[in-house]
């Protein structure tokens, strides 16, 4: 069933503030996926909070015009499922990960805002890590240092406990 005008002027503002939250945007191509199969994609992506959806694509480039994924524009041919990612890597993982166990979903394009990514490029984006991940390796590199100097000081007062504890048990021991 076609959208009448209205329809598609609602879908394209729908997507245009996906988009403008966006920091990444992945496209793959889904012909041959059951229902199921899409139906898993979905939750996947969902977990992960990626924005995915099937367009057609006049729509989506009329969403991706003035934007800075609009060069991406070049690549939208053929059935496109759509992954938009507030998290530059997520729309990636999601559907480099799915694309492992099921060859029909085959991701043909990507775009971080103002460069335009091949297949290849979208692979290797999906083997970095995530944000989240980037920030508790931080965070563990600047407790390291404070976690030590704990230690250290704590084990002044453990090693004269132990000292004390020898001294008692050779007293008792005599």
């Known amino acids: 069933m076609s959208l009448n005008r209205t329809e598609k002027a609602v879908v394209i503002e729908e997507i245009a ?3 403008a939250s966006a920091q990444s945007i992945v496209v793959a191509e889904y012909r041959g996926l ?6 898993v994609l979905r939750k996947n992506a969902r977990e992960a909070g990626v924005y995915l959806r099937v367009l057609k694509n006049t729509l989506a480039r009329r969403a991706l015009a003035n934007t800075p994924f609009e060069g991406l524009s070049d690549q939208l041919t053929g ?4 992954a938009v990612g507030k998290d530059p890597v997520a729309a990636a993982k999601v559907l480099a990960e ?3 166990t099921n060859d029909k979903l085959v991701i043909k394009a ?3 805002p103002n460069s335009v ?3 290849n490029g979208i692979k290797a984006l999906a083997t970095m890590p995530s944000r989240d991940e980037l920030l508790s390796k ?3 590199t600047m407790q390291a240092p404070i ?4 230690r250290t000081l704590n084990e002044v007062p453990t090693k004269f406990v132990r000292g004390l504890a020898a001294v008692r048990d050779q007293k008792q021991a005599a």
Do not use: N
């Not at 059951?34 to 139906?39: G, N």
């Not at 976690?147 to 704990?150: I, K, M, N, R, Y």
């Open 17 to 19: 503030a996906e988009v």
């Open 34 to 39: 059951d229902v199921a199969a899409v139906t």
């Open 79 to 82: 059935p496109l499922i759509y």
């Open 98 to 100: 799915f694309s492992k």
């Open 110 to 112: 990507g775009s971080l």
């Open 117 to 119: 990514l091949d297949a």
């Open 138 to 140: 931080l965070l563990g």
């Open 147 to 150: 976690a030590q100097f704990v």
